[in-house]
């Protein structure tokens, strides 16, 4: 099968979805199938190499810098382009410019579309957009996600907690449930006490360690609070916290506000095949809080590596951490969360017992066993598009535009 790939984010951009795009591709070449994926251009770090990538002039967005908006008359030229190749499927993975590219091919050549809702808009849309009032933040979300939904054949939806949310606004496009997953041979390796040495982190020293884009929907703060109740009783604690994003510069005032400033150190992002494991294995616990999680990719890496977790489990998480021998799930309550870990810290026994189980928990959520549902769902949306033939009608729903604006 020949996919195309639509993102408004990908590498050098670390997040979940750049991850879950990532895996689905390398997945779909290793079992013989073609990939192309097209995503905004950063700058001279854009990722190349391993299967076609597409990279279309971009600039940035005013309100979360990090990312980028692909420019209207980049999607227009290449529009023409992509609609001569002939794609068996296309995959659309964002809901913005690439949602309009792919719906407006699917529209050209009559190939199959879907869509994987990784976003959960009502949540996040209250921290970059606060200046609205929340009632109608939701409206705005829900009106959003019924309109994209409506324009594509069919939805990959993370998790059961996700379909639930869906069919809450109305939502009637048919839907799969199916997270990405991970490849584990990827979290095989890790060095915790290089980790330590390279850094001068004693090796008795208790550590905590998240990994996680740093923005106010991932919760950090929350985490900063647990971690000043724990220094009470472990005055030596050190909480590692690994990534970037547009809360970093307050996550450090705050830390210093609480007293932290030298139990809270800021890695930013590091090389996910090297030092990113290395420190995940430095860690005796892994903590986790976001409540917007549709999947929770950091949770299963964790896993893999044998990392004893301790999370609330909302949305994604809690789907991932459900009978999770090697996790520990709390309230996102402080006293509640740092009794948890506080707990872990002082038995290092249950430690190794739930390091040696977190990858067999891992094992649940391995990306070639996942990939095969794709592929064959993927198959399925082909062929009935194929029976259809050229009177196949693409998804359209009231007042859509065929203009990129």
Known sequence: ???????????PRVNGVSSSI???????????????????AYGDDDEQGEFEILRLSSRRIFFDPEDRLIRASAL???????????????????????????????????????ETYHTYFEQYAA???PWLPAGALRWIARSFSRRLCAEVDHLIVPSSQMVEVLASYGIETPSTILPTGIDLDEFASGDGAAFRHA???????PTLVTVSRLAQEKNIAFLLEVARVLAHEFPTLLFIIAGEGPDAARLQSRSRELGLEGSVRFFGNLDRRTRLLDCYRAGDVFVFASPTETQGLVLIEAMALGVPIVSTAVMGTATVLERAASARTSAQEVPAFANHVAALLRDPALR??????GPLDAQAWSAPVLMQRAIELYARLADDAARAGPDRVPPRPPFASDSIP
């Open 199 to 205: 850094h001068a982190i004693a090796p008795e020293r």
């Open 76 to 114: 227009r030229r290449v529009e023409d382009l992509l609609a001569t190749r002939s794609f068996d499927l296309i995959h659309i993975h964002t809901p913005f410019r690439a949602h309009q590219l792919g719906v407006r091919l699917a529209r050209r050549t009559g190939a199959p579309t879907v």
């Open 127 to 129: 921290h970059y957009l």
């Open 1 to 11: 099968m020949r996919i195309l790939m639509l993102s408004d984010v990908y590498f």
């Open 22 to 40: 990532r895996t689905f591709a390398r997945g779909l070449e290793q079992q013989g199938h073609q990939v192309t994926i097209v995503a905004p």
């Open 352 to 357: 190794r017992e739930m390091s040696a189980a």
